[in-house]
């Protein structure tokens, strides 16, 4: 299913993170030690009623500031936009309507997306309701008084949002062709990758960091089997603020990635993995997708029958939270072994959409339990009843045991560990669901 981006933007100071952290709330997931998870949360996966979204924070928008920073800014919130399905055009009730607000609706008009008008700081309506009306000005539709520091106007700003989600978009699911993000650092290759795959430039290649703007879909047919790739947008370096590139190469990942059945992660060859990388990966590994490590550039490597075995081991030492992750060395300029790398796409295809029958799974369970004895805790111990699965991409257990709290993450990833073993499941990560089932209910 398909999930909605929604993108907060305004001025600087008018409060977007405030309204990101009160609507992300308790549905941020945050998975320890894994590097996608950043220490400003750009965006979560947020749920209202019954639907699903992904909710953007964006730096504030100065229109016309030649201030570096922020028309880093600016930039990144254009980014934002244009990945958007639907904005929250914050304001701040207190300063009132500024020359800058206009600007930033103009921008919004341009952009021709549903645009949800949140007036801020409105604490009290019998103090500042009447100054809400002169949003209107705007001409960016209905203002929705709202106090996001107090919590108020919430719900009726996401039903005003929820209207525009697209009902058929999020349930088109029937197109079955495997989608694959590729995804990586400026200037890695992922342009060049899609074009030699393609065979014909349609994806405009430059030896400048960022020149790609938007991502763009491509369809690719391989041995008559139809792939889209999702070529995810490059960042216009205009500066060395690494923070706030790093923000917009977030943002544009994290949309990519929501689209993708399957993640490329593309590492150049001769700068070796980085931090970044690690984070980029991480962000497929919190979602769920199946993960393949292209390291390009292998052609530019001089190497001997040791290199590609000493260069893996670094790559899994750095991305040791993915385990699972596939790696293949490849060279987008000359082609080497890119029809292999739809060999790995199918193979990781097919692992994500396996499904283990329930009395196969137990045989293992009760095998693993015999091998290692579940942990114990002030004379209690860990019993594990049964397991089952109840859904594929990614392959999803739901464990029912005699006590959640018992049921520690090592012993988690020890069961994990033996139903690899049995079936593979190579290049997808694995969920598992625990649930507690008191002895009489069995």
Known sequence: MSKPVVAIVGRPNVGKSTLFNVIAGDTISIVKDTPGVTRDRIYADCTWLDMNFTLIDTGGIEPESRDIILSQMREQAEIAISTADVIIFIVDVRQGLQDADSKVADMLRRSRKPVVLAVNKVDSMAKFGNDVYEFYNLGIGDPIPVSAASRLGIGDLLDEVAKHFDAEKMEEEEDDRPRIAVVGKPNVGKSSLI????????????????????????????????YVFIDTAGIRRKSKIKEELERYSIIRTVTAVERADIVVVLIDAAEGVTE???????????????????????????????????????????????????????????????????????????????????????????????????????????????????????????IFVNNKELMHFSYTRYLENQIRSAFGFRGTPLKFLIRERKAKDQ
Do not use: C
């Open 276 to 398: 970044q990388d690690a984070k980029i990966a991480g962000i497929a590994h919190e979602r769920g997708k199946g993960v393949i490590v292209a390291v390009n550039k292998w052609d530019a490597v001089e190497k001997d029958d040791k290199t590609i075995y000493q260069y893996t081991n670094k790559l899994k030492e750095v991305l040791s939270f993915m385990p699972y992750a596939e790696y293949i060395f490849i060279s987008a300029a000359t082609g080497q072994r890119l029809g292999k790398l739809f060999d790995l796409i199918d193979a990781v295809r097919q692992n994500q959409n396996l499904r283990v029958a329930t009395g196969v799974l137990n045989e293992i369970i009760t095998e693993a339990v015999a091998m290692q004895q579940p942990p114990s805790d002030k004379g209690k111990r860990l019993k594990i009843y049964y397991g089952t699965q109840v859904a594929v991409k990614p392959p999803t257990f739901v």
């Open 195 to 226: 074009n030699k795959l393609l065979g014909e430039n349609r994806v405009i290649v430059s030896d400048i960091a960022g020149t790609t703007r938007d991502a763009v879909d491509t369809e690719i047919i391989h041995n008559g089997t139809p």
